[in-house]
């Protein structure tokens, strides 16, 4: 069986590198969740993997959830149509693997828009020993998934008997 390695670039933060070698057997949903957590992020966000081309164009989308919409397509604000879209969960590795360095945008929770950058680096043998997939190589550590308000600590009493209010 076909292990796929892939190398793993936030967009913002190139010295953050991750590589995970899964199955190509496996679903993207198994991808997405082996990425979440090499990163330490806490997968509560909605996702999705672009198959892209080598100038990393944007092309068919996996999502982790298909979006809501009426049964008429043509009321759905986008110029994506719901048959434009798969399920990560529907879909295995190796069936959207075109080329032997194949790359994807990937792009987790739309608001904050944290975008990876995944390319495919080697196909290796598997282990049958090993459980997939799995961090191969980590390197930098990942932005903070949330933004912590910094808050000034409070005045204490004492400070205002150096004001010199008689």
């Known amino acids: 069986m076909a292990v796929y390695r892939f190398r793993i670039v936030f967009e ?60 008429d397509e043509d009321d759905y604000p986008s110029t994506k149509k719901k048959k434009d879209i798969r399920l990560m969960s529907k879909c295995r590795i190796a069936d959207f693997i075109d080329d032997p360095h194949q790359r994807m945008v990937y792009v987790f929770d739309p608001k904050e828009k944290w975008t990876l950058l995944v390319e495919l680096s080697k196909i290796v043998p598997d282990d049958p020993k090993a459980n997939y997939p799995k961090t191969t190589k980590s390197e930098g550590a990942a932005p903070k998934q949330y933004k912590v308000a910094v808050i000034p600590p409070p005045l204490d009493d004492d400070e205002d008997d150096d004001v010199g209010y008689d």
């Open 12 to 71: 913002d933060h190139e010295d953050v590198v991750r590589e995970i070698d899964i199955l190509g057997k496996q679903s993207y949903d198994e991808f997405h969740r082996a990425i979440q957590e090499s990163i330490s992020f806490d997968n509560s966000k909605e996702a999705s993997f672009f198959m892209s081309d080598d100038l990393w164009k944007k092309g068919l989308e996996l999502a982790l959830s298909l979006p809501e919409m009426d049964d």
